[in-house]
């Protein structure tokens, strides 16, 4: 028993509905016009026709016009059980096709995804050139089989369902399309053309049309091939809580609303979006820039070579490859940029945490509180409107907006505020700590600090170590001044003094505080005397 590829399945298709092994196709649609007539057929049995020629005319091009005289494809409905196609031909042409599906084949609920259904479209691809994949008038069962994917998964010309076929990876199902063999067989011998090349939606809400719109109603008995040449396209299995493999690669098969292996990708469709359901979901990209988003469950979000984006929960795993596109993820919840993975965005409206990786990360926040950590890295960080705090250990750059809350640093190296960020607070072995033109408050470690506030009104508090409080503007409080061991550091140049002895002239001992009175610009130093201060004061 033999695996065929795809194309040779449909080489096959193509040479066996006659005894010589010729391909023929239908010499009507030589104007890719075929002539049909429905006639004989009850209402239901027309609809059953119409709906399955569509599906053949949507990946060739073929217009199916009926008539009520000479046609190049007749249905009738004569016989009891009765599912066969006659033909004439001559040369290479087939001439003439007559579709009889006897009426006791159809039942009185059956549309889209019966059995009948599959059994019109089946006809009507014999009725423009395509035969089975065996001699079934031999091959009765399975086991007798030469060809081991011989199936409804690869074709609607197979007379073995997806559970008769035991090598297949697939659960039953019924065709609500042509399948991949028949799909190559039919654009080799009609032509490819172009397929549903607008932005589509496959599965929930679908724009695909024709059977497709079915596919989301009925889940796990449909089973089909998304062929598509063109748009922003996605497959959207958002309502399904069973778990799902989705993989939008050329060629690949899917598991998806509930069954196995029931969903194939032409060669040559991308498909850019896919979205899973409830359960725990397995997506995997292709080569474009793909949106991933597996919904809820623990999902395994899987990207390619494009510039990927990954809709994150809580529980998720995204893999990326290195140098594989530019990526990022999305979450309404606190999360870590995975591996390769190069930004990140916080969603909603909840105070989250975003860190990042060792990459150069671009992380934004939200409009509330954030906590944005770039870890290694060249990062940049930007958070919203709320009281955001930064983690650093250098080369990050910070971007706040003017009036965007009360944001915060935590840096483990040496750093000066950026615009719009007020406070600093300086971690690890970090030294010196520079405030911006805000009211800044600087705090230091347990290391000897050098604390500047620029501008502004700031509170400067020194922590353990022999710290230096820098001042030259602004109206600062400096808080955990220790005598004998900080010093007070004057901007001489800018506070017009050039000794010790000057600055200690503006000190002034309001109770437990020492003032010092520059006019504009006053330093508070708490807890402390003038007295105390004589031998703790530089000029810079």
């Known amino acids: 028993m033999e695996v065929y590829s795809p194309q040779r399945f449909a080489d096959t298709l193509q040479r066996t509905l006659f005894s010589d092994g010729q391909k023929r196709t239908l010499s009507g649609a030589a104007d890719d016009t075929v002539l049909v007539n429905t006639v004989d057929l ?303 965005q916080a969603l909603g409206s909840a105070a989250v945490t975003v860190n990042g990786n060792a990459l150069n990360n671009a992380i934004a926040g939200n409009a509330a509180a954030n906590v944005l950590n770039g870890l290694g890295g060249n990062d940049t960080l930007r958070g919203g409107g709320g009281n955001d705090l930064y983690v650093t250990n250098g080369g990050d750059a910070i971007i706040e907006q003017a009036g965007a809350g009360v944001d915060t640093v935590r840096s483990s190296v040496n750093y000066a505020l950026t615009a719009h960020v007020e406070n600093l607070a300086l971690m690890g072995t970090a030294v010196r700590g520079i405030g911006n033109a805000l009211n800044n408050a600087i705090a230091g470690n347990a290391a000897g600090n050098v604390l500047n506030g620029l501008g502004g009104n700031d509170v400067l508090t020194g922590g353990g170590g022999a710290d230096q409080f820098v001042f030259g503007d602004g109206l600062d409080r400096v808080r955990d001044f220790q005598d004998d061991v900080d010093t007070l550091m004057f901007i001489g140049s800018q506070l017009g003094v050039s000794t010790t002895a000057q600055a200690m002239s503006h000190a002034v001992q309001s109770g437990s505080n020492v003032i010092f009175d520059f006019g504009a610009d006053d330093l508070i130093v708490l807890n402390t005397t003038i007295a105390a201060l004589q031998n703790d004061v530089g000029i810079i």
Not at 232 to 246: L, N
Not at 290 to 302: I, K, T
């Open 42 to 344: 009850t209402i239901r049995e027309k609809a059953l026709a119409r709906a399955a020629w569509q599906e053949i005319a949507a990946i060739t091009g073929l217009r199916f016009l009926e008539t009520t005289g000479s046609a190049d494809v007749t249905y009738v409905n004569d016989g009891t059980s009765t599912a066969t196609t006659r033909v004439s031909y001559s040369g290479s042409s087939i001439l003439r096709a007559t579709v009889n599906i006897s009426s006791d084949r159809v039942g009185s609920g059956d549309g889209i995804g019966s059995y009948a259904f599959r059994t019109y479209m089946h006809e009507t691809a014999h009725a423009l050139g395509l035969g089975h994949p065996q001699d079934y008038d031999v091959i009765r069962t399975f086991s007798q089989s030469d060809i081991a994917n011989d199936s409804w998964q690869i074709s609607i010309m197979s007379y073995f369902d997806q559970d008769e076929n035991t090598r297949v990876n697939a659960t039953y199902a019924r065709q609500i399309t042509p399948m991949l063999a028949d799909y190559l067989a039919l654009r080799d011998m009609y032509g490819a053309v172009p397929v549903r090349v607008g932005a589509t939606t496959y599965g929930v809400n679908s724009t695909a049309g024709g059977a497709l719109d079915k596919m989301a109603s009925l889940g796990a008995m449909a089973t089909f091939l998304i062929a598509d040449t063109g748009g922003w396209d996605r497959v959207d299995f958002s309502t399904f809580a069973a778990g799902q493999f989705i993989d939008l690669r050329p060629g690949a098969i899917s598991s998806v609303m509930g069954a196995v292996g029931n969903m194939q990708i032409a060669p040559g469709t991308i498909i850019e979006v896919a979205i899973g359901g409830a359960g725990g979901d397995r997506l995997i990209g292709n080569a474009a820039s793909n949106v991933l988003d597996g919904r809820g469950g623990a999902d395994r979000l899987e990207g390619g070579l494009g510039n990927d984006t990954y809709y994150y929960t809580a529980g998720d795993t995204v893999v990326e490859g290195p140098s594989a596109g530019l990526d990022r993820m999305l979450s309404f919840g606190s999360f870590a940029l995975a591996a390769n993975v190069e930004s990140g």
